[in-house]
């Protein structure tokens, strides 16, 4: 970033910290008290400058020194000259990548869940389109019938066509996990809600528990993802995203080539939201579990191999926060998850509505926030009831738009 961005993000997130114990919250102990200064200069250089103390560059000195006094002003204290050693700061991208290893016998499950997912998708209507070789990824991924040949090389998809005249399609982007499995059911009830609206479901196996490829850049998976919809002459579009899917969304959101197409979006356990605050790189990366589903979140997403890579290497916060004010324009919907164990629900929701009290449905213009109390991460899908609400969401959104389409590519 230039010096120019750099100041104007400081800004943004500056005006949005609401109670520095929550920002103090990336320094471990996490007293303000026990930061000193050449601590706050540490993780600012990785904040902003994406880089360790010994390749800071003396032109930063004076620009790093005046977003440090703006941070003693919102603390109300002056922090002492010098290095706490006792004190850390969360680094995601430059700090160890830390993975537990895993059986063979862990792979095969995952196989095997795979190929089950992929014959739900065959008997839903859905083809299968890759220009990856089988053995690409570990565990291989076999299908019942042969991928379909895309004219996108870089990214795999299931396709549903589209043939409705009077609706848009959906995109979706799914979160870490074990790929499309927890996600079947939530699409067989759109199917059945119009059969003729189509689906186009990205792949990301980087978060799916396989071993695979490095991941694309923002700017890759942007070009990739505008070769898909225009090879089956998608020109507009409902976005629907869940966890780090809502990431993906956001990067739609900042292309404007991309963003002009999208009708309106569903962003479901979103990520983006506020990331300037500490709550999504400690829960999900560095948080020691304690109780059983932090345990399972622990185990089977944040030390998986390929997602540990995936998250302390390719998550970069500046690139992929999301503000209120990126959502004007277009209908938003927004589900969040009241016990939410990654995303700090009570600060998101606060800054999307402006409210105290929490409703279980707010509107304002374009922007609507579904509030889902007493549910963790991911919980929402769980159950048909726990999903109408989605479903009736994201149908409501494909009526939107212009003219319809007739795409069956």
């Known amino acids: 970033m230039s010096k120019k961005e750099r100041q104007a993000l400081f800004s943004r997130c500056f005006t949005q910290v609401r109670d520095f114990e929550l920002a103090a919250g990336w320094f471990h102990p996490s007293s303000p008290t026990d930061v000193k200064k050449e601590n706050m200069i540490e993780w600012l250089l990785w904040a902003l400058f994406s880089c360790n103390p010994e390749d800071s560059e003396e032109e930063w000195e004076q620009e790093l020194h ?50 089950y997912t992929s014959v739900y998708m065959y008997r839903h209507g859905f083809a299968h389109y890759s220009r990856h070789a089988w053995f690409a990824h570990f565990p291989p991924r076999l299908f019942p019938r042969p991928s379909k040949t895309t004219s996108e090389p870089r990214i795999s998809y299931w396709y549903r066509p589209h043939k409705s005249t009077t609706k848009r399609p959906i995109v979706f982007l ?39 490829p490095p991941p694309l850049d923002r700017e890759e ?42 009708v309106a979006w569903q962003l479901m356990d979103p990520i983006p939201f506020l990331l300037h605050l500490p709550a999504v790189a400690y829960n999900f990366v560095y948080r020691k579990p304690r109780t059983a589903n932090e345990w399972q979140l622990w185990y089977f997403a944040s030390r998986d191999a390929d997602i540990a890579r995936f998250l302390s290497r390719h998550f970069f916060w500046t690139d992929n926060i999301l ?3 990126d959502l004007k324009g277009k209908p938003v919907g927004v589900v969040l998850s009241g016990s939410d164990q990654i995303v700090d629900v009570a600060e998101v929701r606060r800054y999307l509505t402006g409210e105290k009290d929490m409703e279980l449905q707010w509107k304002e213009g374009d922007l609507e926030v579904l509030f889902c109390p007493g549910l963790d991460h991911a919980q929402v899908f769980d159950t048909i009831q726990l999903r109408k609400p989605l479903v009736d969401m994201i149908m409501k959104f494909c009526e939107l738009g212009g003219n319809g389409l007739d795409s069956t590519t």
């Open 221 to 262: 998976f942007l070009a990739a993802l505008t070769n898909i919809l225009d090879f089956h002459g998608m020109d507009q579009i409902v976005v629907s995203g869940h966890s780090y899917g809502t990431v993906l969304a956001a990067h739609m959101f900042k292309n404007p080539a991309l963003s002009s197409r999208v």
């Open 66 to 115: 005046e977003y440090v006094h703006k941070l003693e002003e919102l603390m109300d204290l002056k922090l002492e000259p010098g290095l706490n050693e006792r004190v850390r700061s969360m680094r995601i991208t430059l700090d160890p990548v830390i993975m537990v290893h895993r059986p063979l016998v862990w792979y095969t499950i995952v196989w095997i869940v795979d190929g």
């Open 323 to 325: 503000w209120k004010e």
């Open 174 to 212: 799914h979160g870490i996990g074990i790929g499309l499995w927890p996600y079947c059911p939530y699409f067989s009830e759109i199917i059945a809600a119009d059969p003729d609206v189509g689906i186009i479901a990205i792949e990301s196996l980087n978060i799916s528990m396989h071993m695979s």
